[in-house]
């Protein structure tokens, strides 16, 4: 069974850092791309940004370019999001997730989330 | 505002047929495939329809997606109150380098 599980959310305060993590279980990890996606309170989704099978390709959504970093490590089945520069309006739900085997770029699985608060 | 437009609300009475629109532009929908998510109340999104019109493995045939041109759509046929929930239309978007998602349509079972 495939499982994502986030950790690392919590409290911080504008202009603060925080790592948050996904380890990943039932699959061949090193073999698919990867992605983080946020959720807002009360609002939709939005991709932040994605990583590729061997880490060699990454990409970023404008709103965290610069300050964001993703990362993985397949020996341990994790991937990474180092957040800097922390924003009251980075306050989300923040979801990794996994992409499917067929053509095009969707998200086949999900994880539960983890919420980051970021406030003074 | 997304880059993918779809209706904020949608409603249906229980087995009722309704569709969900999702409108994009040459650099995403029109160039590439797109995929819906289902997000019941509390829980992380589900994919709902892959590449178009693809249903994982587990969803009901009720559901169907279809791509034309720079649009898309969902269908729900024999609507049940368990379909009650946000939908996301989503897909790779080739300008801007990345995944782009629809503002999500609240569906309401009524």
């Known amino acids: 069974e495939v499982q994502l599980v986030e950790s690392g959310g919590g409290l911080v305060q504008p202009g603060g850092s925080l790592g948050l993590s996904c380890a990943a279980s039932?699959?061949?990890?090193?073999?698919?791309?990867m992605s983080w996606v946020r959720q807002a309170p009360g609002k939709g989704l939005e991709w932040l940004s994605y990583?590729?099978?061997?880490?060699?390709?990454?990409y970023y959504a404008d709103s965290v370019k610069g300050r964001f970093t993703i990362s993985r490590d397949n020996a341990k089945n994790s991937l990474y999001l180092q957040m800097n520069s922390l924003r009251v309006e980075d306050t989300a739900v923040y979801y990794c997730?996994?992409?499917?085997?067929?053509?095009?770029?969707?998200?086949?699985?999900w994880g539960h989330g983890t919420l980051l608060t970021v406030s003074s | 505002q997304s880059v993918l437009t779809q209706p904020p609300s949608a409603s249906g009475t229980p087995g009722q047929r309704v569709t969900i629109s999702c409108s994009g532009s040459?650099?995403?929908?029109?160039?590439?495939?797109v995929n819906w998510y289902q997000q019941l109340p509390g829980t992380a999104p589900k994919l709902l329809i892959y590449?178009?019109?693809q249903r994982p493995s587990g969803v009901p045939d009720r559901f169907s997606g279809s791509k034309s041109g720079t649009s898309a759509s969902l269908a729900i046929s024999g609507l049940q109150s368990e379909d009650e929930a946000d939908y996301y239309c989503?897909?790779?978007?080739?300008?801007?380098?990345?995944?782009?998602f629809g503002g999500g349509t609240k569906l309401t079972v009524l």
């Open positions: 997730a996994r992409e499917g085997s067929s053509y095009g770029t969707y998200f086949e699985y």
């Open positions: 989503a897909g790779w978007d080739g300008s801007l380098k990345g995944v782009v």
């Open positions: 990583i590729s099978s061997s880490g060699d390709s990454i």
């Open positions: 040459s650099s995403n929908i029109g160039s590439n495939t």
């Open positions: 039932g699959f061949t990890f090193s073999s698919y791309e």
């Open positions: 590449t178009n019109n």
